[in-house]
């Protein structure tokens, strides 16, 4: 035993806790504790604030060799799928070895109530005693992590920006709507500037024939869902601008006309919902051709169906011609984060570099890509519940998950325990817990 550079007792070489550790732990906890709660105030908001077995978990945390030796004979029932010392070979379920203690004793607990469902872990969970679990997951936490993902393997999809695959495939669309979706052919609508919603709908109306237009049909009729969401984001992206082509009508005349489009399209054609389309600045010939097609019907759409009912050809031109004239302005569309940035705001509760130091939240490096990609998916689509992930990945894009997934499993895992009780451990833990140089850059989590 020798006193540690931060001022605590730490047991040097000592791989698995012991009784001397767990006297220690205490202070190396507070430490770990206030450096992952000063920066997570939402974790620290989420730890089972609300549960009557407050503190219990952290039971796990201070089991003592004993403990762990009998953890891992109860270990034996998890081996065919956990596999050999908590390293996952199988497809979807996670590595557990080195994972925080805490962590997997709530979530054993979790699988026990029911708060948390499984069909592989539910069984595997339900006929241990609580201390079984506190055990288990002692034993689970001690043992040495899963090697990282070699980095030279296959990194993230090149798909990773959307906004980088919008613009490679609206080379396909540049020949009619303008290189930069602006348009320069009369009859080719504008795109730069579109709220996506509105794009996505549009795309869809044509392939649904809501839309009667076979060219455009034929056109975007195989495009893939991530493909069309990547255009729409890349278009809704480019700045605006006037169609570069003429308008035949009368703005005046078609000024005092647009007052009653006015409730839905804005009063200078700029709408801000994404519902209604804006008009300003869009090409005078689409602007006709479009509501003489909700007048005949080839477009049927209710709303417009009756603004349309009563409209003549030369007030249609009139009424093109001063949307045409109007300046457009960009949407409020938000630049999904690349993963890079992502990265910056789940470190600040997985801990930097997905090495959790709250005995309660989970690591993620060094995890299975598979099962990371799964329990996104599942947090997103509400299968897996959990408040604080929940609102961290409604917004992840496929694309964001791939890319997180990929990228934490490649980092390493520094064993718990090894940081906890080694010098070397307790001086990464410091280093590894620092979280000043992260968290400035970065805006508060949503
Ligand atoms: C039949 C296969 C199977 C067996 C046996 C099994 N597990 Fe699991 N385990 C899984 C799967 C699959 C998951 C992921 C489930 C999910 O997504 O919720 C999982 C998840 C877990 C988790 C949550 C990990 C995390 O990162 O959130 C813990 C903890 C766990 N298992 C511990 C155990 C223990 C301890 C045992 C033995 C008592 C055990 N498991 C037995 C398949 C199994
Ligand atoms: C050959 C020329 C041509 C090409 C190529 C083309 N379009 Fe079009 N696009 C048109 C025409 C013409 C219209 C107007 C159709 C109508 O009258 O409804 C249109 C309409 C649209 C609209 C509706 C705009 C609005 O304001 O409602 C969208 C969205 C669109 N196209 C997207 C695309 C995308 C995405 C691509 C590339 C994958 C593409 N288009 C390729 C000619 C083209
Ligand atoms: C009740 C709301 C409402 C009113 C009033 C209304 N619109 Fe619309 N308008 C819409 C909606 C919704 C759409 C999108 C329909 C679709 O998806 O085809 C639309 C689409 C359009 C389009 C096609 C734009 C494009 O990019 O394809 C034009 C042009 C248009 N409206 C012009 C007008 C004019 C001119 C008036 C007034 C005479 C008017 N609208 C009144 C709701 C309205
Ligand atoms: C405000 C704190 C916080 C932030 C920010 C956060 N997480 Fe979490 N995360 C948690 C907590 C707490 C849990 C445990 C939830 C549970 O029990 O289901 C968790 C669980 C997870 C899990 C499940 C791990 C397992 O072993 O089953 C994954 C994967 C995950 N988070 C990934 C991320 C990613 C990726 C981000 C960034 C996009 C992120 N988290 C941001 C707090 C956070």
């Not at 040097?12 to 006297?23: F, L, P």
């Not at 396909?172 to 009369?186: F, R, T």
């Amino acid at each position: 035993m020798r006193q540690g550079r931060y001022g605590f007792a730490i047991q040097a070489e000592e791989k698995s806790i012991s009784r001397t550790a767990q006297v220690r732990y205490p202070t190396v906890l507070f430490l770990a504790f206030a450096a992952a709660m000063a920066w997570c105030p939402g974790a620290a908001a989420q730890v089972d604030k609300t549960s009557p077995r407050e503190a219990a978990d952290l039971r796990a945390v201070f089991a003592n060799a004993a403990d762990i030796a009998e953890g891992r004979q109860i270990a034996q029932t998890c081996v065919r799928c956990h596999g050999e010392n908590g390293i996952s070979t199988t497809k979807d379920v996670p590595h557990v070895a080195g994972q925080r203690s805490a962590y997997l004793y709530n979530k054993l607990r979790a699988y026990q109530t029911g708060a948390r469902r499984d069909p592989d872990m539910e069984p595997a969970a339900k006929f241990l005693s609580d201390d079984a679990l506190v055990k288990v997951a002692a034993y689970y936490s001690s043992l040495e992590p899963a090697q990282p993902l070699p980095t030279a393997a296959k990194a993230a999809p090149a798909s990773s920006d959307p906004v980088a695959a919008g613009k490679a495939a609206a080379a396909a669309c540049g020949g009619c709507h303008g290189d930069d979706g602006v348009s320069k052919v009369p009859g080719m609508p504008s795109l730069a500037g579109l709220d996506p919603k509105y794009f996505v709908a549009a795309v869809k109306g044509y392939i649904s024939d809501q839309r009667k237009h076979d060219m455009m049909k034929s056109l975007v009729m195989s495009l893939p869902d991530a493909d069309l969401n990547n255009l729409a984001l890349y278009y809704g992206l480019q700045k605006p601008r006037r169609a570069e082509t003429p308008a035949a009508g009368d703005q005046a005349a078609g000024k005092e006309a647009a007052k009653d489009c006015a409730g839905c399209h804005g009063e200078q054609g700029v709408s801000t919902n994404p519902a209604n389309p804006s008009l300003a600045g869009q090409d005078a010939s689409y602007l006709v051709v479009a509501l003489r097609a909700y007048k005949e019907g080839s477009r049927a759409e209710g709303s417009m169906k009756n603004a349309v009912a009563t409209l003549d050809e030369s007030t249609m031109k009139d009424l093109a011609a001063f949307y045409a004239a109007q300046a457009p302005q960009a949407p409020k569309v938000v630049k999904p984060l690349s993963t890079a940035e992502w990265v910056q705001r789940c470190d600040r509760c997985h801990g930097v570099f997905g090495n959790s130091t709250d005995p309660r939240t989970p690591a993620l490096a060094a995890q299975r890509t598979d099962y990371l990609d799964k329990v996104l998916h599942a947090y997103k689509s509400g299968e897996r519940k959990n408040s604080v992930m929940t609102a961290m990945s409604a917004t992840l894009t496929d694309a964001n998950i791939d890319g997180l997934a990929a990228f934490y499993a490649r980092l390493r895992l520094h064993n718990p325990a090894v940081r906890m009780s080694s010098a070397r451990g307790a001086l990464a833990d410091a280093r590894l817990s620092k979280p000043a140089t992260v968290t400035r850059s970065v805006p508060p989590v949503p």
